[in-house]
C-alpha cells in the first residue's frame, strides 16, 4: 500500500497540471518536456539560456549581442529614465535612443548579475544543523567566504531549496556599469495603462535595451542569445528564463480559505476606498490628477495582484483541488514508518491556527500590516519613534496627505466603534484623544497642516534625541506614538498565532514533499535563478471572451479616436502607414512565471529569441498559490514585433545593424493564413 501510495504520488508530481513549474536549471524535467512535446532540451541549450540571462534587482534581461547589448523592459529602466532625464528631455515621456556608443547614458545605481555556477551543497549541512539556525547560519557564512576566496571576482550565495531539504551554492559574475540605449515613450510601453494592464489583449512596446561595461569598454559576453524574426505560430514551444519572487505552494487548503475569504476582500476593501478618493482628488483638476497618479497607478497594481487571486480563489475547482492534493500528502505521510501519523497533523495545526486568527486580520492589516496606505507622513513618524531608518527622498504633498490620513482615521474610527468580522471593538485605539472631537477629515487637515516632519532637519534632530522624540507635540509623532500600543499588542498576536504556525507548517509539509518526490518537483520560488516551458496558447477569458494567442499591431490604432490611455505617439501615427499591422507585437504562453519576472527572456526550440516577458493575465496571479493553465497566461513582448518597431518608427538603424536584422520588413511580413491573431474581433474598450 505504500509503494502504491507512493506511485500514485509521483505521478501527480510529475503530470499533475500542464505546464507546471519554476524549474532549477540543473533540475530541469527533460523527460517529461521530451515526451510531451518532442523537444529534447540539452543541458547546453539551459547552460546558454543561463549565461545569456541577466539579473536586475527589479528583474530580469538578456543579452541579445556580442557586444554587451541587453534586452529588457522599460518599466526596468523607468527610474534611470526619469533620473537621466532635464528639463528640456524627459526621456520617460519621449523616450531615449543613442545611436552611437558616446550617447549612451550610465544607470547610476543599476548592477546586473549572471548566474555562472551552481553546486550542490547540502552535504556541508547535517540533519541536526538545518534545524538550528545560528549553526546554520555559521555554516552559509563559512561556504560562501570560501567560495569568494576560490572565485574571485565573483559573489556567492548560499540558496535554501524545499525549506532546508537542500542547499545549492551559486556564484554569479557582478557588474555595476550599465548605460541606457533606447527605450520607447512610455505612452507605448504602458499602452492602455492600468484598464489594459489587468486583462488580456495587450499592446505594449514595454522594452528597453541597455549596455554593460567593463572596464570603461562594453563587454563581450561570451554568451547571448540570437535573435528571431521567425513567424509566430499557435502551440510553439518555449523555454523563460528569470528570477521569480515568492511563491507559496505549500499553502495548505485551509490557508488559502482564509485568504479567499477574509484577507483578500479585507485589502480590496480598503484599496478601493483610496482608488475612489483619489479619484476624487484628480478630477478637481488636471495639476490634481498629475500628483495624485503615481500612488494611484500603484494603488492599482496592487488592486490587480489582490483581485486576481481573489478570482481564482474564488473558482471553486482551485481549492478543491488543492484539498484533495493536501490529503494524498497527508495519507502518504502517515503512512510512511519514518513520520507516521504525528507528521499528518500539522495540516490540523494550520487549520486551527487561522480559524482563530480570522477576527484579528482587519486589525492587523490597519495597525501593523499597512497602516495608513500612502501617507509618507504617517511612514515617517512611526520609523522615528521605533528607531528605524528613514528614507530620506519621501516626499510630503500636503493635500495628498489630508487625504490619505483622512481615510486612516476613517478606518480607525470605524475599528474603534465596530471592529472586526466578529463585532469585536478595539479598545486600544485611543478614538477620543485621536480625533478630539472632530470629524476625520477635520482631524487630518489639523495632523497634516501642524506637523513639520516635512522638514528633513526636523526629522534628523528627532531621530537623534530620543527625550526630544519621547516629548514631541509633533501631530504626527503624536498619532504614531497614540497606536503604537495597539499595534504592538495585535503584532505579538499574530506573531504567536500565525508567523509561528506558517514557518514551521511550510517547512514540514516541503520537506515531506520533498521526501516524496525529490527532484521531480521544484522548489518554491525564492528569487533565485530558475526556467519554465510553455507553449503559445489561446483561451477564453474569465468573461467568455476567447482571447487569441498574440495580439497584434493593428490593436493599437482599433481604439476610438487615438484617445486617453489609448493615445500612441504622433510618430506612431506618423508611420503607420509604413507599419505591417499583422505583425504580432505581444503573445502569451503557458509558461509558469511568476513576479520578478519581468524581462524573462523567451526563446524557441533552437534557443533563439523570441520575445521577452513583461506581464502575465489577471487569471495567472492565482498562481502565487497553485498553478493552472486553464486561463493563466505570462504576456510576452515579440521580438519580431520589435524589429518592425525599431525599423519602421524609430528608425533605429545602428541598434538593427547590431542584431544582425538590417532591413526587416521582407523578413517579417508574415501570410497569417486567417489565424486569429489580431484585435479586430475585439470591440473598442
Not at 481604439?559 to 503607420?576: F, L, S, T
Amino acid at each position: 500500500m505504500k509503494c502504491i501510495s507512493f506511485i500514485l504520488l509521483l505521478s501527480l508530481a510529475l503530470s499533475s497540471t500542464a505546464d507546471e513549474g519554476m524549474w532549477l536549471f540543473n533540475r530541469f524535467p527533460g523527460v517529461t518536456v521530451k515526451e510531451k512535446y518532442g523537444l529534447d532540451v540539452s543541458p547546453e541549450l539551459l547552460a546558454e539560456l543561463r549565461l545569456s540571462t541577466v539579473q536586475f534587482s527589479g528583474g530580469t534581461g538578456a543579452f541579445v549581442s556580442s557586444n554587451g547589448l541587453i534586452l529588457s523592459n522599460q518599466h526596468i529602466f523607468s527610474v534611470c529614465l526619469m533620473a537621466l532625464s532635464t528639463r528640456s528631455h524627459d526621456y520617460l515621456q519621449d523616450g531615449f535612443y543613442a545611436a552611437t556608443l558616446t550617447e549612451e547614458k550610465r544607470c547610476t545605481g543599476l548592477d546586473a548579475k549572471v548566474l555562472v555556477g551552481m553546486d550542490d551543497v547540502t552535504t556541508q549541512f547535517p540533519v541536526l544543523q538545518k534545524k538550528a539556525s545560528a549553526e546554520r547560519a555559521a555554516t552559509v557564512a563559512r561556504i560562501e567566504s570560501e567560495c569568494a576566496t576560490a572565485h574571485s571576482g565573483e559573489t556567492c550565495q548560499v540558496v535554501s531549496l524545499f525549506s532546508g531539504s537542500r542547499y545549492e551554492l551559486y556564484r554569479y559574475k557582478h557588474y555595476t556599469d550599465v548605460r541606457l540605449v533606447f527605450a520607447p515613450e512610455e505612452q507605448v510601453a504602458f499602452f492602455g495603462r492600468e484598464r489594459d494592464s489587468i486583462t488580456y489583449l495587450r499592446y505594449g512596446l514595454d522594452i528597453a535595451f541597455a549596455r554593460v561595461y567593463e572596464d570603461g569598454k562594453p563587454l563581450a559576453p561570451p554568451h547571448f542569445l540570437k535573435w528571431s524574426n521567425a513567424e509566430l505560430k499557435e502551440g510553439d514551444v518555449v523555454l523563460a528564463s528569470g528570477n521569480p519572487r515568492m511563491t507559496v505552494r505549500e499553502t495548505t487548503a485551509a490557508q488559502l480559505t482564509f485568504y479567499r475569504d477574509t484577507l483578500l476582500p479585507l485589502q480590496l476593501a480598503r484599496l478601493a476606498k483610496r482608488i475612489a478618493a483619489l479619484g476624487e482628488f484628480s478630477a478637481k483638476s488636471a495639476e490634481n490628477r498629475r500628483r495624485a497618479d503615481p500612488q494611484r497607478v500603484l494603488f492599482l497594481g496592487e488592486y490587480k495582484s489582490a483581485a486576481g487571486k481573489l478570482i481564482g480563489l474564488r473558482d471553486d475547482r482551485l481549492v478543491l483541488r488543492k484539498t484533495a492534493f493536501d490529503a494524498k500528502i497527508r495519507r502518504a505521510v502517515e503512512a510512511d514508518a519514518k513520520l507516521g501519523t504525528d507528521a499528518g497533523k500539522v495540516w490540523d495545526q494550520v487549520a486551527a491556527a487561522y480559524k482563530n486568527w480570522a477576527p484579528s486580520e482587519r486589525a492587523y492589516q490597519i495597525l501593523v500590516a499597512e497602516p495608513a496606505p500612502g501617507s509618507n507622513l504617517f511612514h515617517i513618524a512611526r520609523a522615528l519613534i521605533r528607531g528605524e531608518k528613514i528614507d530620506s527622498g519621501l516626499d510630503i504633498d500636503e493635500p495628498l496627505e489630508i487625504t490619505f490620513i483622512a481615510q486612516y482615521l476613517e478606518e480607525l474610527k470605524d475599528l474603534a466603534e465596530h471592529g472586526g468580522a466578529r463585532g469585536e471593538k478595539d479598545k486600544e485605539i485611543k478614538l477620543k484623544e485621536i480625533l478630539g472631537g472632530q470629524t476625520p477629515q477635520a482631524a487630518a487637515e489639523t495632523f497634516v497642516h501642524s506637523s513639520h516632519l516635512q522638514n528633513q532637519r526636523q526629522r534628523q534632530q528627532l531621530a537623534s534625541n530620543l527625550d526630544a522624540l519621547a516629548n514631541s507635540e509633533d501631530s504626527m509623532i503624536r498619532l504614531a506614538q497614540i497606536l503604537e500600543p495597539a499595534a504592538q499588542r495585535i503584532r505579538k498576536k499574530h506573531d504567536e498565532t500565525i508567523v509561528a504556525v506558517d514557518a514551521s507548517a511550510a517547512a514540514q509539509i516541503a520537506q515531506y514533499r520533498y521526501r516524496l518526490f525529490g527532484d521531480a518537483e521544484y522548489p518554491d520560488a525564492t528569487g533565485t535563478s530558475r526556467v519554465e516551458y510553455g507553449v503559445l496558447k489561446s483561451y477564453t477569458d474569465r468573461a467568455g471572451v476567447n482571447e487569441p494567442y498574440a495580439a497584434t499591431f493593428s490593436g493599437m490604432f482599433y481604439r476610438r479616436n487615438n484617445q486617453g490611455p489609448y493615445q500612441v505617439p504622433d510618430r506612431w501615427v506618423q508611420a503607420r502607414s509604413s507599419l505591417n499591422e499583422v505583425t504580432p507585437l505581444d503573445f502569451v504562453s503557458t509558461c509558469d512565471i511568476g513576479g520578478g519576472e519581468d524581462g524573462a527572456p523567451t526563446i524557441n526550440r533552437a534557443g533563439e529569441l523570441v520575445g521577452i516577458v513583461f506581464d502575465g493575465n489577471l487569471e495567472s496571479l492565482p498562481n502565487t498559490y497553485l498553478y493552472t493553465d486553464d486561463q493563466a497566461r505570462a504576456v510576452h513582448v515579440a521580438t519580431v514585433g520589435i524589429a518592425e518597431a525599431l525599423e519602421k518608427v524609430y528608425r533605429a538603424d545602428s541598434l538593427l545593424k547590431e542584431l544582425g536584422l538590417g532591413a526587416t520588413s521582407t523578413t517579417q511580413s508574415m501570410a497569417l493564413g486567417g489565424r486569429r491573431t489580431s484585435s479586430q474581433t475585439h470591440p473598442p474598450r
